[in-house]
Structures are given as C-alpha cells and as structure tokens.
C-alpha cells in the first residue's frame, strides 16, 4: 500500500530550510510519488533541482499557473513549450483560470490555458487544472475539447456535487487535499456522493494543511490524513482509499505501481 501526492510546491522557499527530511518524510509515510506543478520561469530551476536529487519521487510537470499571467504570455507560453523538446515532464500545469485575486488579465489567463490544453494533447499528457472562482470559465472553455483525448485533474475541486458531476462527465478527476478535513466543508458532501474511482489526492503544499495542522505549513507526509478523512466519510478503509486512489493517479500519469 503507498499514496501519491499529485500535487505539491515543495520547491518553494518554505521548504528551504528542510526539503530533504520533508521528502525522506513523506518516503516513510508512504507517499511515493510527488508530483510537482510548476508556477512560472522562476520555479523551474529549483523544481528540476529537486527531480534530480529524487528522479523516482518527485516528478516534474510543466506549466505556467494562471495567477502567473500578465499582459502578453505568449513569450512565457513558448518557453514552457519548448521544455517539452528538452525534459520528460509527467503532465501539463498547473494552468486554468484564477479570478479570485484580480481579473485583469482574465482574456490572457483563457488564451494561455487554451494553448495548454493543446500542448496536453499534443504530447498525450495530463491537465492539472486550477479553477478558483472560476469553474464556470472553465467549462466554457474546454467544450469545445469534448470528444478529444484530454484528460487530466481539477486540482483541489473547488465545486460542489453538480459541478462535480459535470467535471466527471469530462473524464477528468477531482483533487482532494485537505480542505475536506475543514469543519462544514462542501468538499465533504463531495466525497461523500462521488466514487472513489474518481478522485486522486494531493496536499497543495506549503498551503491547506488538512486538521490538525491548519494554520500551518503543509507537506506530502500529511496525504495519510486526507485519505483518512476521506475514509471516514466513505465509511471504508484508509487502505481502501490509498489503493483506489493511487491506482486512480497511476493510471492518469503514467507511474509504474
């Protein structure tokens, strides 16, 4: 029985002081893979710092997050692109839109994510999708893409259960980390309604700690807990839940098991 991580920064600057322990950490806990979204131009480098230092456990993916684009992303969209010809990346992301913050650059964040979705396709590759305040966007968006092979995962699912259904109904999976672990949290209703075969896990580290390290920094050794909460709501095993859930996101990136 192992866990994967889908999902985790930890090479950024929070974990300056201690990556290594946090890697050998999360190994103990049984988290073998850590999959590693990329920000923008500035994350790459200790990203693939990190892949080398662990080439079987933390696996890079390559993107540019929406929060990352500005006025003319075409120059950093081409960068990312062109990663692909140089390194073996595990998926394509994070990309999405992101209209918590500010929604100035709205037009540019859906031109960038277009241009993601198509690198996904070109190289077979998985989506990491982040959808804050903008699920709806988000849909829209990626009509047009029904019927291809695009696959891939709504990172730490924001929706409810009617979205919910709607995100399956695209053949994509939902991430849960530890906000389903929050008191009179909607994730829980989620998990609650949705089949273990749709969901993959992830920590979103440095940030949403599951209970009880809310209010502080999160790490890869914490997914035992997600899926401890997850069980609990299922009315089934942790084993349970690291089996379907780790097969779940084998098969989406391709990891041996």
Same mark, same amino acid.
């Given at each position: ?87 073996? *990346?595990?998926?394509? $992301? ?18 960038? *994510?277009? *241009? ?9 590759? %998985? ?81 949403? #700690? %599951?209970?009880?390290?809310? $209010? ?7 997914? #035992? ?33």
């Amino acid at each position: 029985m192992f866990f994967v991580d889908t999902h985790t920064h930890i090479y950024l600057e929070e974990f300056d002081t201690d990556r290594n322990e946090v890697v050998d950490q999360a190994i103990a806990a049984g988290v073998q893979y850590m999959l590693m979204p990329n920000v923008d131009k500035q994350t790459i480098g200790p990203m693939m710092q990190l892949n080398r230092q662990f080439p079987l456990n933390c696996l890079p993916m390559m993107g540019l997050h929406p929060t990352s684009v500005k006025e003319n992303p075409q120059a950093a969209l081409d960068e990312v692109a062109d990663w692909f010809e140089k390194e073996n *990346f595990f998926a394509v $992301g994070e990309t999405g839109i992101d209209l918590y913050w500010d929604t100035t650059y709205f037009e540019q964040q859906k031109q960038a *994510f277009r *241009f993601q979705i198509e690198l996904a396709l070109k190289h077979g590759l %998985p989506l990491i999708i982040h959808s804050r305040k903008s699920l709806e966007e988000i849909f829209q968006v990626l009509l047009p893409y029904q019927g291809t092979k695009l696959k891939g995962v709504f990172h730490c699912y924001p929706g409810d259960v009617v979205q919910a259904e709607k995100v399956l109904g695209m053949g994509f999976y939902l991430g849960i980390g530890g906000v389903v672990s929050y008191k009179n949290s909607e994730m829980a209703k989620v998990v609650e309604a949705i089949g273990l075969e749709h969901i993959i896990l992830e920590t979103d580290a440095p940030y949403l #700690p %599951p209970v009880p390290h809310r $209010g502080k920094r999160n790490q890869p050794s914490y997914i #035992p807990l997600i899926a401890a909460k997850i069980a609990e709501i299922k009315k089934t095993s942790i084993s349970e839940v690291a089996e379907k859930t780790t097969n779940n996101a084998c098969q989406l990136f391709n990891l041996k098991q």
